[in-house]
């Protein structure tokens, strides 16, 4: 909206230009060129923020992300440990089974529970 507003105060000068007998085009050229150097300032500015912004956190979060990540050598070693556990149970539950020293001793059932 401000570009066509622009163009077309540049139109209505160059008009009243060519009606003088002037030279429009150097004056419709020195506009647009002065813009066009506003915009490309704001755009490095705006750009050069971004960057320290983008530079300046980039330190504090990663280091909040390492702070969360647990240790995943630790959580290996934990769990070799629990399966070494479950096998030495898993043996003694085989021995006890294969040896025929397995003694079952049955109990009165409920009344109240459903028989299957």
Do not use: C, F, Y
Request: net charge positive; proline share 3%; no cysteine.
């Amino acid at each position: 909206m401000l570009v066509a507003a622009l163009k077309q105060m540049v139109n209505i000068h160059w008009m009243v230009q060519l009606m003088r007998g002037g030279a429009p085009i150097s004056i419709s050229m020195n506009i647009s060129q002065s813009i066009s150097k506003r915009w490309l300032a704001a755009v490095v500015v705006l750009q050069a923020a971004t960057l320290l912004t983008l530079w300046g956190a980039a330190p504090s979060a990663s280091r909040a992300l390492a702070d969360g990540i647990p240790d995943s050598g630790a959580q290996r070693e934990q769990i070799i440990e629990q399966l070494k556990g479950t096998n030495e149970r898993l043996d003694k539950l085989l021995s006890i089974l294969s040896g025929g020293d397995l003694h079952v001793r049955l109990t009165k059932a409920d009344d109240a529970a459903p028989h299957r």
